[in-house]
């Protein structure tokens, strides 16, 4: 996107000013040369009107073509239109009849055939002044510009006379407008492959850091971030680092302060357990031995708090191999019966897929799902299991029946020591990203609600 936004921001004012100036530059030129074929059109039309005698074609009548003097006058237009490079020179009363054609098209009193469309123009010429039409296309397909000049009897302007030339030149201009959109497109294709690869070599830091921000949103602390160069977005990545390391380091020294504490505490309360069990057997009442019972219950939920946390805090350094996720899967259902107790539960696994992994963290990992499922459903019920291949990765969606979780606690269930279980430490779900993580894998929430909660783990194919 970032890339997309940048090259677009780079392409788009050079392909406006690359547009702007070849209109801009087509624009001008064809309005120089309209403007220099109408100066050139009105001269010729004026020469030609010195030329003609306005007294004598004012006397053709219909018939008069045939006439060695119409014939003569013709054959000097003619010869005057060809030494100019004119395609026709015409001589016409006020009101539009023909008295003199080069071309030998209209005869003599046929309506000017473009009276209509040049008649501003040709009452300009009858005022006085040389005028010219706009440019208009032949029935050859080609552009034609005509001048118009007055034709003088003495005092008077006895009539009109028109030249028409070729536009061709300016066609020239539209031939050259497409060439200059031609050399734009082909430099916009240039640009756009050169903004791409100045966009893809400034946009791949960036990339860079947002992977990383995912994977240490994703709680996966152990890739470094790479920071190279010295601008901007490398000393944001510096900063990045140093900031991974500092939360590694501090994370590192709390689960070094909480083993350490975990340690003291193992040692009184094995005294405690201890006394207590001499105690109970010892009693001599009842009620005695009943509270003897009462503080090695406690004192064993000590025990237990503890070891969680020891094993939070422990170091994890995966061993990875091939394990078979079917097999992991069966160990765990066969050590959660003891959890089980009298309620009917079922565990159902579709697929197989091999992965590459600690097998013991693995086992972990699934142990802690399963009790996760069993734990959420008070009256027992169905948990399925699906294995399936996603590139280098075997996906496992782990499904219960359970009362689902609240859509305010799933941003907080990977935390640790968050949990909403009246016996809960909040440290089984925290294990099992860590150990996820440690093994260049994922733990996600897919879905949750009062009809059951669906995890999935995905971890590193075990290739062949």
């Known amino acids: 996107m970032i890339r997309r936004r940048l090259l677009w921001a780079m392409l788009a004012p050079l392909l406006l000013v690359l547009l702007a100036a070849g209109f801009y530059l087509q624009y001008r030129l064809g309005e120089a040369l309209e403007r220099e074929l109408s100066g050139k059109l009105q001269a010729l039309s004026a020469a030609v009107a010195q030329d003609v005698d306005a007294e004598l074609v004012a006397l053709f009548n219909p018939g008069d073509e045939e006439t060695r003097v119409f ?118 294709a240039a640009a756009a492959v050169l903004a791409w690869l100045l966009a893809a070599h400034m946009t791949r830091p960036l990339a860079q850091l947002r992977t990383a921000a995912v994977k240490i949103g994703a709680g996966n602390l152990q890739d470094p971030i790479p920071a190279k160069g010295r601008d901007e977005v490398a000393f944001l990545g ?43 057997d010892e009693a001599e009442s009842a009620a005695m031995k009943q509270k003897a019972e009462r503080i090695l219950k406690e004192t064993r939920n000590l025990k237990a708090l503890v070891q969680h946390f020891l094993e939070y805090a422990r170091p994890i350094e995966p061993k990875p191999q091939r394990c078979a996720v079917a097999a992991a899967w069966q160990a765990c259902c066969e050590l959660l019966q003891a959890e089980i107790g009298q309620r009917p539960f079922s565990f159902q696994l579709q697929g197989q897929g091999d992965v590459r992994v600690d097998p013991l963290q693995l086992q972990q990992m699934l142990f802690n799902l399963l009790l996760n499922g069993v734990q959420s459903m008070d009256k027992g019920g169905a948990i399925s299991g699906r294995v399936g291949t996603e ?38 779900l925290a294990m099992v990203r860590n150990l996820a993580v440690a093994n260049r894998g994922e733990i996600v929430l897919l879905s949750s609600s009062c009809e059951g909660s669906t995890f999935r783990l995905c971890l590193p194919l075990a290739h062949e």
């Open 71 to 188: 014939r003569n006058m013709r054959s000097r237009l003619l010869e005057l239109a060809q030494v100019t490079d004119l395609q026709r020179i015409m001589v016409f009363a006020p009101d539009g009849g023909v008295w003199l054609d080069s071309a030998g098209e209209a005869p003599i009193a046929s309506v000017y055939v473009r009276l209509g469309s040049d008649r501003r123009e040709i009452y300009q010429a009858l005022d006085g002044r040389a005028a010219s039409s706009t440019l208009f296309r032949g029935s050859d397909g080609r552009l034609w510009k005509s001048a118009y000049a007055p034709l003088r009897h003495g005092d008077r302007i006895s009539g009109v006379v028109m030249v028409e030339g070729s536009a061709q030149s300016l066609q020239l201009v539209r031939q050259m407008q497409r060439t200059l959109l031609q050399i734009g497109l082909f430099a916009a």
């Open 238 to 280: 510096r900063t990045m680092e140093e900031m991974r390391q500092a939360v590694l380091t501090r994370i590192e020294q709390q689960k070094a302060m909480l083993a350490g504490v975990a340690h003291e505490i193992r040692n009184p309360l094995a005294g405690i357990e201890l006394f207590a069990g001499l105690v109970q």
């Open 391 to 428: 590139g280098d990765f075997v996906s496992l969606e782990i499904a219960d029946q359970g009362h689902g979780i609240p859509e305010n606690d799933q941003p907080h269930i990977f935390e640790p020591f968050f949990s909403r279980k009246e016996n809960g430490m909040g440290l089984g």
